[in-house]
């Protein structure tokens, strides 16, 4: 049972335009959401989290969207940047739990 | 200092061999993690220390053993693993012992198993 669900695994954006990765969760006690962007060869960077009394944060060029009707949570990245090409994962949890469940990624590429 | 660290980067071992994946961090965080990551898929959690105790362990076989010493510092002991334990073996720490919290990632370790 995948509770937490990225459904587009790849994305090809034009530099300069904007990035929205999306996710979807299904445990409705999930109330801390995480984006982390991963290079080949390295660990997750942790990007930007949005607790579900928020509905936006905003972190520079990234900004988290939670709707916590639909169960969905997107990132936007403007002005997208070739250095922003990685996997980005999205990941949920819930206060108390200590655990991260995280989707299966979306591999993002920014073109010249 | 705000990073994780992890060595080695890369390690091969047999089927009979016994290794240890070392992590470190010091940034005063009390809690830490190990997680496995095979190729295309999500980071999957394998154990989690809380103030230096074992606090969460996701049915790991038993050829996996954590330690963690001290505040700063967690092992994983390898023994009698089996080729489909070649993964990518991530150590992570967050600065909250008891609530979920941002949690930073070291560069891993490539564990290959012949």
């Known amino acids: 049972d995948q509770q937490v669900k990225q459904n587009s695994p790849s994305l090809s954006v034009q530099e300069g335009r904007i990035s929205i990765l999306n996710c979807d969760y299904t445990n409705s006690m999930f109330d801390y959401f995480l984006w982390y962007k991963k290079y080949p060869a390295e660990g997750p960077t942790f990007l930007i989290s949005i607790s579900s009394i928020k509905d936006k944060n905003e972190d520079g060029r990234f900004t988290v969207f939670l709707n916590k009707s639909a169960k969905h949570l997107s990132l936007h990245i403007v002005p997208s940047q070739p250095g922003d090409s990685a996997v980005y994962f999205c990941a949920a949890s819930f206060q108390g739990a200590q655990k991260l469940v995280f989707g299966q990624g979306t591999r993002l590429t920014i073109n010249p | ?114």
């Open chain 2, 1 to 114: 200092d705000t990073e994780v660290t992890q060595t080695p980067k890369h390690l091969v071992m047999g089927m009979t061999n016994k290794k240890s994946l070392k992590c470190e961090q010091h940034m005063g965080h009390r809690a830490m993690y190990w997680y496995k990551q095979k190729a295309k898929k999500p980071p999957e959690l394998m154990f989690v220390y809380s103030y230096e105790k074992l606090s969460i362990n996701e049915s790991v076989p038993s050829r996996f053993s954590p330690e963690c010493p001290n505040s700063s510092l967690l092992n994983l002991h390898l023994h009698a693993l089996q080729p489909e334990d070649s993964a990518l073996y991530l150590c992570a720490s967050s600065q909250s012992g008891t609530e979920v919290d941002e949690q930073y990632f070291g560069p891993g370790t490539r564990l290959t198993v012949t």
